[in-house]
């Protein structure tokens, strides 16, 4: 059973970071490509990032390009997201999905609120 676990959510201040986590499971992690979406208070979901497997290499949506950092633990089974220099419209529902054209399986989401 595939399963995918969001964690390192919160509240913090503009300009601050934070480290998103998604363990997964149920699945060969390592050659599977892995992205980050998110879902701003009554907004459309936004794809925000990408890594492929099997080398890793990275794509990010505009809005997070040189803020936002994903990278994998493939020994872990463990997809990040380092979110730097965070603005108030960074606040959002994370999800990490499996897949990136075809995301067949998301986790449950982590809450992340920037504000002062």
């Known amino acids: 059973e595939v399963q995918l676990v969001e964690s390192g959510g919160g509240l913090v201040q503009p300009g601050g970071s934070l480290r998103l986590s998604c363990a997964a499971s149920g699945f060969t992690f390592s050659s599977t490509p892995m992205s980050w979406v998110r879902q701003a208070p009554g907004k459309s979901l936004e794809w925000v990032s990408v890594?492929?497997?099997?080398?890793?290499?990275?794509s990010y949506a505009d809005s997070v390009k040189g803020r936002f950092t994903i990278s994998r633990d493939d020994a872990k089974s463990t997809l990040y997201l380092q979110m730097n220099s965070l603005k108030p419209e960074d606040t959002a529902v994370y999800y990490c999905?499996?897949?990136?054209?075809?995301?067949?399986?998301w986790g449950k989401g982590t809450l992340v609120t920037v504000s002062s």
């Open positions: 890594i492929r497997g099997s080398g890793g290499t990275t």
């Open positions: 999905a499996k897949g990136y054209v075809a995301m067949d399986y």
